[in-house]
């Protein structure tokens, strides 16, 4: 599913770089990634989703070469293909919850929004406990509102890569647990794989692989 092969990047300032010599993932895997603050884990995910493109090196994602695409058919392959949880959320703050959860169907001409999916935000929303909110905007919910939000944003086209930076960051101890259930109920499902930025060491042995990004070394394998 992930393919990473000699990747190097680094921002236009400051002395950050990230290098990669290799990371592989198998269809269905769910592994999570560690690592002080500023160690390139946030940099990885958007890399992998085609957001940032490396200096240098080869990123294959679903048997697609990304860094071979233009801006365009990286946008068009990461709707179609990949969910995203943000760190930052990225809600459209005009829109109301359920509308920001339909976003990707408005912007991607290949993704058909029909009664099935109207279905499947409603399953969702329910499993997320925002059912009753969808017709909020973001900021007259909470951050843990916000967040349940964005991990429905990123389940409800059934993607076949899951990239979660922080999903349970802003969530207490019981709403983590569920919300990690839903991550790994709709992967599985879907025969999704699950690659996660996680700073809560108590969720790791959930995952299969864990990987260090202090020393960019494999520390845990379930």
């Known amino acids: 599913m992930i393919s990473v092969e000699n990747v190097s990047f680094a921002y236009g300032t400051g ?3 990230l290098n990669v010599p290799r990371l ?3 269809s269905g895997e769910r592994l999570a990634i ?3 603050s500023g160690s390139g884990k946030t940099t990885l995910l958007n890399l992998v989703a085609g957001i940032l493109s490396p200096d240098s090196g080869r990123i294959v994602v679903a048997g697609k070469d990304v860094t071979a695409l233009t801006d365009t058919e990286r946008r068009q392959f990461r709707a179609s293909h990949i969910g995203f949880v943000f760190q930052d959320f990225a809600l459209l703050d005009y829109l109301p919850a359920l509308q920001n959860i339909l976003y990707p169907y408005r912007v ?3 993704l058909k929004l029909d009664q099935a999916v109207r279905e499947r935000v409603e399953v969702l929303a329910e499993a997320c406990g ?3 909110k969808l017709d909020r905007h973001p900021n007259e919910l909470s951050q843990g509102e916000q967040q349940r939000v964005a991990i429905c944003r990123a389940l409800v086209t059934q993607p076949k ?3 979660s930076d922080e999903a349970t960051g802003n969530l207490d101890p019981e709403s983590k647990g569920r919300i990690l259930d839903l991550l790994f109920e709709q992967a599985s499902e879907a025969g999704a794989t699950l690659l996660a930025v996680t700073h809560d060491h108590e969720l790791l042995p959930r ?3 864990v990987i260090d990004f202090a020393d960019y070394r494999e520390v845990a394998d379930a």
């Open 15 to 17: 002395d950050f770089r």
């Open 24 to 26: 592989s993932m198998q």
């Open 34 to 36: 560690v690592g002080p």
């Open 108 to 110: 991607t001409p290949a």
């Open 130 to 132: 925002i059912r009753d």
């Open 161 to 163: 890569l899951i990239l």
């Open 207 to 209: 995952f299969e692989r």
